[in-house]
């Protein structure tokens, strides 16, 4: 699979959303979000490396960039990813089809150039 | 559009036959994909493929062979975009993928279906989101650690 190309639109577009990712603690919190769902900052700092207030600063950063929400429930908050689901899907099956195209027009010179200049 | 599968059809100007070698033969597919396969297609046979792409020759993938129907049909599964360093994608949900071919008059119509995307997890579609470009994302880091310093 080849890696598809990016525009400078999309580029300036996802710019924020990079900087907020910018960083090992921020990537493996949203990593630990992806994969265990909302959770509090109890259970985020518990094996991380940091102090819970480092956490605090992170999460804080990923919220502005509207990667992570925060619900109060109790006296914690819960922490899950602000991602829109099926939107993300869709990316994703786009980047995809991008490579099939890619890869069906090397097919195409692959099998048609033999038939052209045998 | 579905979410569960991707669906391509081209118009080949060469005969089935040429087409089907190009697809089934495993020398001959590693050539036009860009991997270098090891094995062959045969009905449950298993094939390893490593990427030939430049910055992701690390890569290797594991086909599973499930219909090969010569000039008509062949289809495998695998996991898709399963390029993240480190990771055993073994447990995960693999995807089919299906070739069919038909003659027409130009040439041949080659269909190609990919299905199954509905159930690879939400956590591979967000990593394969972010790895959209290595170099991009890597120089947003880049840019990233410059404006916050």
Same mark, same amino acid.
């Given at each position: 699979m080849s890696r598809p190309s990016t525009g400078a639109t999309s580029l300036a577009h996802a710019a924020p959303l990079f900087a907020a990712l910018g960083d090992q603690t921020r990537l493996a919190l949203v990593d630990r979000l992806c994969a265990g769902g909302p959770q509090s900052i109890t259970r985020l700092t518990?094996? #991380? #490396?940091?102090t819970r207030q480092a956490i605090t600063k992170h999460l804080g950063i990923l919220a502005d960039a509207g990667l992570v929400h925060a619900t109060p429930r109790g006296r914690e908050r819960i922490w899950e990813i602000d991602t829109d689901r099926l939107a993300e899907a869709h990316h994703y099956l786009d980047q995809i089809s991008r490579q099939w195209d890619q890869a069906l027009e090397r097919l195409r010179l692959f099998v048609e150039a033999e038939e052209i200049s045998p | 559009m579905s979410t569960d599968r991707i669906e391509k059809s081209i118009v080949l100007q060469a005969p089935r036959s040429r087409v089907w070698r190009a697809i089934a033969g495993a020398a001959e597919f590693g050539a036009w994909f860009g991997v270098t396969l090891e094995g062959d297609f045969a009905p449950g046979a298993r094939l390893t493929a490593q990427l030939t792409s430049p910055g992701y020759e690390h890569v290797t993938m594991e086909i599973t062979t499930e219909r090969v129907e010569p000039e008509h049909l062949l289809s495998y599964r695998w996991h898709p975009y399963a390029i993240e360093p480190g990771v055993d994608y073994a447990n995960e949900p693999t995807t089919l993928v299906e070739f069919h071919l038909a003659e027409v008059p130009e040439g041949t119509r080659l269909t190609v279906i990919e299905s199954g995307?509905?159930?690879?997890?939400p956590v591979r579609r967000a990593l394969a989101f972010r790895m959209n470009d290595q170099g991009w994302a890597e120089q947003l880091t880049n840019i990233a650690r410059y404006v916050s310093s």
């Open positions: 518990n094996g #991380a #490396a940091v | 995307f509905d159930h690879i997890p």
